[in-house]
T-cell receptor
Framework: EAQVTQNPRYLITVTGKKLTVTCSQNMNHEYMSWYRQDPGLGLRQIYYSMNVEVTDKGDVPEGYKVSRKEKRNFPLILESPSPNQTSLYFC?????????????FGEGSRLTVL | DQQVKQNSPSLSVQEGRISILNCDYTNSMFDYFLWYKKYPAEGPTFLISISSIKDKNEDGRFTVFLNKSAKHLSLHIVPSQPGDSAVYFCAARGFQKLVFGTGTRLLVSP
């Protein structure tokens, strides 16, 4: 089954404790991206990757890091989480360069930073 | 600066009637528009799209209309079914990303 898998689905952590949200896709997609969803703001792009070892900032990259060492994986790293990073996070993938615009999303990771 | 706007946070419709969800955008460089549907505890799923060179695209009960001069698009669902109850996001393709609206929660009652 074609899918984007994120882990963990739910996490409560404390300010400053480093965490990683993993994302893996099995569709051999070149393009991957992270979004966060907040009330009244819709989904906003954090980072994206066009292919292995190629990453770039989206609209809200502050406080986040990513890496793309393998085509299937695109982890999101919060080096020192803060309460304003409490959000619902989605990983997504697509064939080359959003050709048709269609993104395939994971089920989401709800993060709470105390 | 919200480049894609969905001004109606919610919409209630009776089963069998038409649902019309609206979306406005400000950036004339957007070249592709999409609608996503989202159920609770799930990720958004692609529903229907339209290229900026077209003004209508139909897929079963779902039709998307694009009015470029007004920078407006709409999603029509006919007939609406209770299973259509979800949050609908409008999105526009920008440079290496989709720009999303804030979503409209549709409730279809039996």
């Amino acid at each position: 089954e074609a899918q984007v898998t994120q882990n963990p689905r739910y996490l409560i952590t404390v300010t400053g404790k480093k965490l990683t949200v993993t994302c893996s896709q099995n569709m051999n997609h070149e393009y991957m991206s992270w979004y966060r969803q907040d009330p009244g703001l819709g989904l906003r792009q954090i980072y994206y990757s066009m292919n292995v070892e190629v990453t770039d900032k989206g609209d809200v990259p502050e406080g986040y890091k990513v890496s793309r060492k393998e085509k299937r994986n695109f982890p999101l790293i919060l080096e020192s989480p803060s309460p304003n990073q409490t959000s619902l996070y989605f990983c997504a993938s697509s064939r080359t360069g959003l050709y048709t615009g269609e993104l395939f999303f994971g089920e989401g990771s709800r993060l709470t930073v105390l | 600066d919200q480049q894609v706007k969905q001004n109606s946070p919610s919409l209630s419709v009776q089963e069998g009637r038409i649902s019309i969800l609206n979306c406005d955008y400000t950036n004339s460089m957007f070249d592709y528009f999409l609608w996503y549907k989202k159920y609770p505890a799930e990720g958004p799923t692609f529903l229907i799209s339209i290229s900026s060179i077209k003004d209508k695209n139909e897929d079963g009960r779902f039709t998307v209309f694009l009015n470029k001069s007004a920078k407006h698009l709409s999603l029509h669902i006919v007939p609406s079914q209770p299973g259509d109850s979800a949050v609908y996001f409008c999105a526009a393709r920008g440079f290496q990303k989709l720009v999303f609206g804030t979503g409209t929660r549709l409730l279809v009652s039996p």
